[in-house]
């Protein structure tokens, strides 16, 4: 959560003339409601069923740069279908500034939604811990700090192509 990827995903896909989806806003349009209202009324079980349905669905175009929400990569079989799909990258944030963001944002994030400063730091740290295992399965890590600014954003884009030459050439999830 909130550790850059649908902002890294978009300047990535903008720079490299590739299709964008964003895995929640898919999600939102396909089922005509928001991720805070199928969590309401479904549960997290009834959304992650629909988010890997739907994950499955967006992988078809080989050519696209998904972000995925968060939790994404830690249901089902989800961090292995990402990576037999394409090269999946871990953006990673230090918690001080996924804190910092998820405050701005949370509002529209129902797993922090009405909480305060300190109960929101206490599930990034409990989030973090349950959900590395995963993350750390994936192909890539890239800093997700530095996101803040357009020319942050564009620096970071090129210097992950430079690191990353095979973004040229291969899918990229």
């Not at 005509?32 to 069923?49: D, L, N, V």
């Not at 629909?50 to 249901?75: K, M, Q, W, Y």
């Not at 994030?109 to 959900?131: C, F, H, M, N, Y």
């Amino acid at each position: 959560m909130a550790s850059g990827k649908t902002t890294f995903g978009s300047a990535l896909s903008k720079r490299l003339k590739r299709p964008f989806i964003d895995l929640d806003q898919y999600i939102e349009e396909k089922q005509g409601q928001t991720i805070a209202e199928i969590f309401a009324e479904s549960g997290e079980e009834g959304f992650r069923e629909i988010e890997r349905r739907l994950l499955h669905e967006v992988a078809e175009n080989g050519d696209a740069i998904i972000s995925c929400g968060g939790g994404t990569p830690c249901f089902f079989d989800n961090m292995d279908f990402i990576n037999s799909r394409g090269n999946s990258v871990f953006l990673e944030a230090d918690e001080e500034r996924l804190l910092t963001r998820l405050i701005e944002g949370s509002a529209s994030r129902p797993i922090v939604k009405g909480k305060k400063p300190l109960e929101i730091k206490d599930t990034i740290e409990r989030q973090l811990a349950l959900r590395m295992p995963y993350y750390n399965k994936a192909k890539i890590r890239w800093d997700g700090n530095l996101l803040e600014t357009a020319e942050e954003i564009e620096k970071n884009v090129e210097a992950f192509i430079r690191h990353n030459p095979f973004v040229f050439s291969e899918s990229f999830v």
